[in-house]
């Protein structure tokens, strides 16, 4: 039996989400409980899917949930190009993908930012629409639990017709098997979410277009590909720009602790460190200097940071430096 009306329907006669994540951030999981909570727990039709390349941390993932009557049989499969509702997992992914395209004035965004809405309008350029912003990553230091239970306490927040007790059954039925010891942390998550959330509107005022659903489509194909498909040059990715990859933190440099061993520069899987010749004036002779590292293609893995023997990388929290002002550039 369903227990409330769907508040708004496309021409289809579907409630429909998109969230944009990157592997790893729990954005595929996130979709499957929405989706558990609306089908199960208040019984509309549903469907929910996920995709994604290959499958690993880093990789964007895009996660669609659907919703209509009871009555009405599911019988769309493709992905959701004019969400009602856009969950934005990792911010960094707005320099990378339109992932806003197709989110109209009348949709809410809600996006794991440490900035108001205001600022985050602006940095999404949005056309217009509702804006609701949560610092995921704070919250999860501070809880102690994954980023996705946060997210997924905003988004249903986002969902005024959602029944947040079917949501945190669905959340018990999904995570409590897998991590029955986790369970009251991601609980305690999702309320944190759901109550930590900062919520403003905008109107259409021409700041920003509104920009269409486009399919996406590779810059590479066979006739232009290097041989091998390999990436010789910095940052192992096509699109060159690891930046939404990084989970919050960052290797921080450390140059006056560096012996310049190059060990760091050996285990990066993306070069992002820069040597450059210099002369030893102890030994007179040419050896190669560490400068820094470039993190448009630094992804955050901190293999360097486990790696250096003398602490002149170190882990910290990406929000509290100024990334332009640490980069070296290659
Ligand atoms: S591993 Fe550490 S000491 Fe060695 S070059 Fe890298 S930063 Fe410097
Ligand atoms: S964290 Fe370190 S090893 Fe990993 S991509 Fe960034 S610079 Fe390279």
Same mark, same amino acid.
């Given at each position: 039996?369903?227990?409330?009306?769907?508040?708004?329907?496309?021409?289809? %006669?579907?409630?429909?989400?998109?969230?944009?994540?990157?592997?790893?951030?729990?954005?595929?999981?996130?979709? #499957?409980?929405?989706?558990?909570?609306?089908?199960?727990?208040? &019984?509309?039709?549903?469907?929910?899917?996920?995709?994604?390349?290959?499958?690993?941390?880093?990789?964007?993932?895009?996660?669609?949930?659907?919703?209509?009557?009871?009555? #009405?049989?599911?019988? $769309?499969? @493709?992905?959701?190009?004019?969400? +009602?509702?856009?969950?934005?997992? +990792?911010?960094?992914?707005?320099?990378?993908? /339109?992932?806003?395209?197709?989110?109209?004035?009348?949709?809410?965004?809600?996006?794991?930012?440490?900035?108001?809405?205001?600022?985050?309008?602006?940095?999404?350029?949005?056309?217009?629409?509702?804006?609701?912003?949560?610092?995921?990553?704070?919250?999860?230091?501070?809880?102690?639990?994954?980023?996705?239970?946060?997210?997924?306490?905003? !988004?249903?927040?986002?969902?005024?017709?959602?029944?947040?007790?079917?949501?945190?059954?669905? !959340?018990?039925?999904?995570?409590?098997?897998?991590?029955?010891?986790?369970?009251?942390?991601?609980?305690?998550?999702?309320?944190?979410?759901?109550?930590?959330?900062?919520?403003?509107?905008?109107?259409?005022? %021409?700041?920003?277009?509104?920009?269409?659903?486009?399919?996406?489509? %590779?810059?590479?194909?066979?006739?232009?590909?290097?041989?091998? %498909?390999?990436?010789?040059?910095? &940052?192992?990715?096509?699109?060159?720009?690891?930046?939404?990859?990084?989970?919050? #933190?960052?290797?921080?440099? +450390?140059?006056?602790?560096?012996?310049?061993?190059?060990?760091?520069?050996?285990?990066?899987?993306?070069?992002?460190? @820069?040597?450059?010749?210099?002369?030893?004036?102890?030994?007179?002779?040419?050896?190669?200097?560490? #400068?820094?590292?470039?993190?448009?293609?630094?992804?955050?893995?901190?293999?360097?940071?486990?790696?250096? /023997?003398?602490?002149?990388?170190?882990?910290?929290?990406?929000?509290?430096?100024? $990334?332009?002002?640490?980069?070296?550039?290659?």
């Amino acid at each position: 039996m369903q227990k409330a009306t769907l508040p708004v329907k496309n021409k289809f %006669g579907f409630f429909e989400v998109r969230l944009e994540s990157i592997g790893g951030l729990g954005a595929n999981v996130a979709g #499957k409980i929405l989706a558990e909570a609306g089908v199960m727990g208040m &019984g509309y039709n549903g469907s929910n899917f996920a995709s994604y390349g290959s499958e690993k941390k880093g990789t964007p993932v895009s996660s669609y949930v659907r919703f209509c009557d009871s009555d #009405k049989a599911v019988r $769309i499969n @493709s992905p959701v190009t004019d969400p +009602h509702v856009l969950g934005v997992f +990792h911010e960094n992914l707005v320099s990378r993908l /339109p992932i806003t395209a197709g989110v109209g004035p009348n949709a809410t965004v809600v996006i794991n930012t440490d900035k108001d809405p205001h600022n985050a309008r602006e940095y999404l350029r949005l056309s217009g629409g509702r804006v609701i912003t949560v610092d995921a990553i704070k919250i999860a230091y501070e809880e102690k639990v994954r980023m996705n239970a946060i997210m997924i306490g905003a !988004i249903t927040r986002a969902m005024d017709f959602m029944d947040k007790e079917a949501v945190k059954e669905a !959340i018990r039925q999904t995570l409590g098997k897998k991590y029955e010891n986790q369970l009251k942390a991601n609980l305690r998550g999702f309320e944190a979410g759901y109550e930590q959330v900062s919520i403003d509107s905008f109107d259409e005022d %021409g700041r920003f277009p509104f920009i269409p659903f486009k399919e996406a489509k %590779g810059e590479w194909g066979y006739a232009n590909a290097p041989i091998g %498909g390999i990436v010789v040059e910095a &940052g192992s990715m096509i699109l060159k720009n690891n930046q939404s990859s990084r989970q919050g #933190k960052i290797p921080l440099f +450390h140059p006056g602790k560096c012996i310049h061993c190059g060990l760091c520069e050996t285990t990066c899987p993306d070069y992002c460190f @820069s040597f450059e010749p210099g002369m030893d004036e102890k030994t007179n002779k040419t050896q190669m200097y560490n #400068k820094g590292l470039d993190y448009q293609y630094c992804k955050g893995c901190l293999r360097c940071v486990d790696v250096c /023997p003398v602490e002149a990388l170190t882990e910290e929290l990406e929000a509290e430096h100024d $990334i332009e002002k640490l980069t070296v550039k290659l």
